[in-house]
């Protein structure tokens, strides 16, 4: 019952290293997002992406890019990682037509030290 | 930006007792949605409302999407252990936006009574 899932659920980087998250969803839809949920702050939207090679800035798209090569591939990169990065990122996909619900995936969780 | 206020931020239970949750905003909402989160895991949904004043209910959980479309909640009845996680609420823009149209609420943490 394989639905959204994440390259990684730990994960530790140093400061300045490059990172990589990976998100795949098996669900064929046509919507992909990257949040980072941190304690009293909540999910907040990193990156979105309606359509393969696209993609739209959330919330907070400071420090972070996006790729999605494939439909199935979401992909977010720290150019060069830094401790207040340290967050559970989680991954999540819907519906181009409804658009409404995330299923979502078990979330990375990653440290920079 | 648009914000969602939900409440309680946090609230203890005991084995039994009936939970209540809302969540607010100035804002209008096409839908709304309600998701449980276990630690460690991604929030799976709970229950989804489409219309304004809709009442679902989803085995021990029943859920409005109040008249002004601004609001919701979420009750639990005669709450379990496994009850316990955190709970968001979301609701959609009638837009789109930054936010990908979904905006969620910063989460009502739900722990067992010591």
Not at chain 1, 34 to 58: A, C, H, N, T
Not at chain 2, 75 to 94: E, H, K, M, R, T
């Amino acid at each position: 019952d394989v639905k959204v899932t994440q390259s990684s659920r730990y994960l530790v980087k140093r400061t300045g290293e490059k990172v990589f998250l990976e998100c795949v969803q098996d669900m064929d839809h046509e919507n992909m997002f990257w949040y980072r949920q941190d304690p009293g702050l909540g999910l907040r939207l990193i990156y979105f992406s309606y359509d393969v090679k696209m993609k739209e800035k959330g919330d907070i798209p400071e420090g972070y890019s996006v790729s999605r090569e494939k439909k199935e591939r979401f992909s977010l990169i720290l150019e060069s990682a830094s401790t207040n990065q340290t967050s559970m990122y989680l991954c999540a996909s819907s519906l181009l037509r409804s658009g409404v619900h995330r299923d979502f995936g078990p979330g990375t969780r990653l440290t920079v030290t | 930006g648009q914000q969602l206020n939900q409440s309680p931020q946090s609230m203890f239970i005991q084995e039994g007792e009936d939970v209540s949750m809302n969540c607010t905003s100035s804002s209008i909402f096409n839908t709304w949605l309600w998701y449980k989160q276990d630690p460690g895991e991604g929030p799976v949904l709970l229950i989804a409302l489409y219309k304004a004043g809709e009442l679902t209910s989803n085995g021990r959980l029943t859920a409005q999407f109040g008249i002004t479309r601004k609001d919701s909640f979420l009750n639990i009845s005669a709450s379990i252990p496994s009850d316990v996680g955190i709970y968001f609420c979301a609701g959609q823009l009638p837009y789109g936006g930054s936010q990908g149209n979904l905006i969620f609420g910063k989460g009502t943490k739900l722990s067992v009574k010591p």
